[in-house]
């Protein structure tokens, strides 16, 4: 998992929930990611609908993402942040 080096932010405009949702639309737009994720988490179908709103939860979306630094790399680029900006993002959600 990537860490936010010292002294480093997210780009200001970088809002974490927002980004978050995103990094869902993400994991989802993919089935093997998706069922990646959802092995993982046991997390999948209307339970994760029914959490989108839950900053523990985008968290933890974030945390599936930066724990591959592939998906982290490509997701970043998407989001056009650096994997360490995202890292940041991250840190801000509980």
Same mark, same amino acid.
């Given at each position: !998992?990537?860490?936010?080096?010292?002294?480093?932010?997210?780009?200001?405009?970088? /809002?974490?929930?927002?980004?978050?949702? +995103?990094?869902?639309?993400?994991?989802?737009? /993919?089935? /093997? !990611?998706?069922?990646?994720?959802?092995?993982?988490?046991?997390?999948?179908?209307?339970?994760? +609908?029914?959490?989108?709103?839950?900053?523990?939860?985008?968290?933890?979306? $974030?945390?599936?993402? $930066?724990?591959?630094?592939?998906?982290?790399?490509?997701?970043?680029?998407?989001?056009?942040?650096?994997?360490? /900006?995202?890292?940041?993002?991250?840190?801000?959600?509980?």
């Amino acid at each position: !998992m990537l860490i936010p080096k010292k002294g480093t932010t997210a780009k200001p405009a970088a /809002d974490p929930e927002a980004v978050a949702l +995103r990094a869902v639309a993400f994991v989802v737009s /993919d089935e /093997d !990611m998706l069922a990646r994720f959802v092995a993982l988490t046991g997390c999948g179908g209307d339970e994760l +609908r029914a959490r989108l709103a839950d900053p523990a939860f985008l968290g933890g979306v $974030l945390d599936f993402v $930066l724990g591959d630094e592939g998906l982290a790399t490509a997701f970043a680029a998407g989001e056009e942040l650096t994997p360490e /900006d995202l890292a940041a993002v991250r840190a801000k959600l509980p």
